[in-house]
Nanobody, 123 residues
């Protein structure tokens, strides 16, 4: 079993920055791809970003503002979020899967999910 533990959420003003971290522990199988989803109140969970080695995908809404990276030695994925907007307010969930397509498919099909961390952007 794989456990994903997120950290780094919080409250920030519009235009500010936050960095989320997600550390994976347990078996490595099915975690070649790691990434992030988010869910705002009253909305469906949506894809944000994913990384598998040098293959990186972003949702159009976060391109040029968010950067995903991964430290393979620490089995940790990061999401640097800059120029945050109120519409970025959501619970952010870390996820892991074998294929990056499992993040971008409809519906998404990651193998593992974290518990979520709240990001609130005030206007």
């Amino acid at each position: 079993q794989v456990q994903l533990v997120e950290s780094g959420g919080g409250l920030v003003q519009a235009g500010g920055s936050l960095r989320l971290s997600c550390a994976a522990s347990g078996r490595a199988t099915g975690t070649n791809t790691m990434g992030w989803f988010r869910q705002a109140p009253g909305k469906e969970r949506e894809f944000v970003a994913a990384i598998k080695w040098t293959d990186i995908k972003y949702a159009d809404s976060v391109k040029a503002r968010f950067t995903i990276s991964r430290d393979n030695a620490r089995n940790t994925v990061y999401l640097q979020m800059n120029n945050l907007k109120p519409e970025d307010t959501a619970v952010y969930y870390c996820a892991a899967a074998g294929l990056i397509a499992m993040f971008t498919s409809t519906p998404p099909r990651p193998n593992y999910w974290g518990q979520g961390t709240q990001v609130t952007v005030s206007s």
